[in-house]
């Protein structure tokens, strides 16, 4: 508790920014704040964590989504030390609902990128032409490097803010994937499989779920034998 209360997770919005149903989360008002009741948080993040555990001593993939500048470093560093995908600069639509076409774009490439570190490209292509493609690959690079490690299927989300990443949120609905959703005060809790109310734009408060989530991942993972 006095960890969570010293990474900021109890602060939410003013009240006047409160979803309905996140009452029940809710302690009190310190400064025209609303204070999470830290205690219902500890609940909901052991729920969130026990899911995870699961996933990971199953084996299953879980895509790690945040996009807020706050959070997009601690989002793409949570994924890259599972080994996991993730989306860190912007969810791009379809990823759930329209997956051949994600995954033919992601093919695409990772073998432009392939030719590149070959020296295909080189032989191939004149300057002019290089430099064209290399702009191509920066662009793929910040929207589809994320992506590779969904080759296997994915299982779950964990979202950074579901009322931010709503297009994630929709296609996660539709296809009827479990999600894990760090939100604030604004947010309707009902919206995701297993929701954690605390501070979602705070690094130090987000940094620290995350690294609970992350680590609970990893206990699953090493009780399968597959320890990251």
């Not at 009190?28 to 219902?40: A, L, S, T």
């Not at 001593?57 to 890259?80: H, I, N």
């Not at 993730?86 to 992601?106: C, F, M, P, Q, S």
Request: some cysteine; glycine content about 8%.
């Amino acid at each position: 508790m006095e960890e969570m209360l010293k990474a900021g997770l109890h602060f939410g919005y003013s009240r006047s920014r409160r979803y309905p149903k996140m009452g029940p989360y809710i302690y009190g008002i310190r400064n025209n704040v609303e204070v999470f009741d830290v205690e219902r948080t500890r609940e909901c993040l052991r729920a969130a964590e026990a899911f995870l555990e699961k996933l990971g001593s199953a084996k299953k993939v879980v895509m790690w989504v945040g996009t807020k500048p706050s959070v997009r470093s601690l989002v793409e560093e949570t994924a890259k030390e599972l080994g996991a995908p993730y989306v860190a600069e912007r969810w791009l639509g379809g990823t759930l609902t329209n997956a051949k076409i994600i995954r033919d774009r992601l093919k695409y490439f990772v073998d432009l990128r392939a030719k590149k570190v070959s020296g295909e490209l080189a032989a191939k292509y004149t300057k002019k032409e290089q430099s064209k493609i290399s702009r191509e690959l920066s662009k793929l690079e910040r929207y589809f490097g994320g992506l590779e490690e969904t080759k296997n299927g994915l299982e779950a989300l964990v979202l950074v803010d579901p009322k931010e990443e709503k297009t994630a949120l929709h296609e996660s609905l539709k296809v009827k994937m479990p999600t894990v959703g760090i939100m604030s005060s604004d947010s309707d809790p009902r919206t995701v499989t297993y929701p954690i109310p605390a501070n979602d734009t705070s690094p130090s408060s987000v940094g620290y779920i995350l690294r609970r989530l992350k680590s609970a991942y990893q206990r699953g993972l090493a009780s399968s034998g597959d320890a990251k």
